[in-house]
């Protein structure tokens, strides 16, 4: 008769280990999957192995927490399930959802109303918003969400878990910064740091780098620089910078090391 699974809990009390700084060892969360478009945790538990990742060449402490805590109908105290053998081949880690709505909306400009088209593109990862897009045809925006799933996937910013990245230390145009959520999916917002620098010496350096050099220009470029001047001198005003998209990173070096 095989041996009875232990379920979460059961494997918290036997394998976890305190360390001396409070921190709990030897059940670790690891990542979570989307089963039936709920999230379920997978933990990795140090000395409790199974056979199926042995079989199949995987991390064999690897499982699956797939209890319900929720109360339901046939469960009033949720449904507590024995941890399952967790193999990651053939399996969506991360599952993408991809949407696209196009809509029309009137504007009214030089006393007559004027019929536009729109269309917005979300992207999902495990059930979570990390990002969305403007496009007016869908068959360019599909094409670019391909892209961008791989982009994002790629990218330094932890877009699938942002919440992970509030507080990260960067350089942003060389200046000392950190990192906090915005407002919408894929969104920053960026903090000054002034732990070695004078405040004032960090917005005039970030006004200074921050501005492009550019030839003369005409009434309407002119008006453009006010108003960036303006959101500028509004920045420095609340003491941060809604960045906004984090893709759009070319002033950002995001490994700055933690002293």
């Keep these: 008769m095989a041996e009875k699974r232990l379920n979460l809990a059961e494997a918290k009390q036997?394998?976890?280990?305190?360390?001396?700084?409070?921190?709990d060892y030897g059940v670790r969360k690891i990542f979570e999957i989307l089963i039936d478009d709920k999230p379920y945790q997978v933990y990795d538990i140090d000395g409790y192995e199974h056979e199926n990742g042995k079989w199949n060449g995987t991390p064999s402490t690897w499982w699956l927490?797939?209890?319900?805590?929720?109360?339901?109908?046939?469960?009033?105290?949720?449904?507590?399930r024995e941890l399952i053998p967790y193999v990651d081949k053939g399996v969506n880690r991360i599952c993408f959802e991809v949407t696209y709505k196009q809509r029309n909306y009137m504007k009214?400009?030089?006393?007559?109303?004027?019929?536009?088209?729109?269309?917005t593109c979300t992207i999902k990862a495990n059930g979570k918003k990390i990002y969305t897009f403007g496009s007016f045809d869908i068959n360019f925006a599909l094409a670019k969400a391909q892209y961008l799933i791989v982009a994002l996937m790629e990218h330094p910013f932890n877009f699938i878990n942002p919440q992970e990245e509030e507080g990260r230390k960067i350089?942003?145009?060389?200046?000392?910064?950190?990192?906090?959520?915005?407002?919408?999916?894929?969104?920053?917002?960026?903090?000054?740091?002034y732990t070695d620098i004078d405040r004032d010496k960090w917005w005039d350096l970030y006004e200074e780098r921050s501005k492009p050099v550019l030839p003369p220009k005409t009434q309407e470029e002119m008006e453009d620089e006010e108003m960036d001047r303006e959101q500028r001198s509004e920045h420095r005003s609340y003491g941060s910078i809604n960045h906004g998209d984090a893709l759009w990173d070319g002033m950002i070096n995001w490994f700055r090391k933690s002293e």
């Design 171 to 193: 350089w942003y145009y060389g200046l000392p910064a950190i990192v906090r959520n915005g407002y919408e999916a894929g969104e920053i917002k960026i903090e000054p740091d």
């Design 65 to 80: 927490d797939y209890s319900d805590y929720e109360p339901s109908e046939y469960y009033p105290n949720g449904h507590v």
């Design 108 to 119: 009214y400009k030089w006393d007559d109303y004027d019929i536009r088209r729109t269309g």
């Design 14 to 23: 036997k394998f976890s280990k305190i360390h001396e700084n409070g921190r």
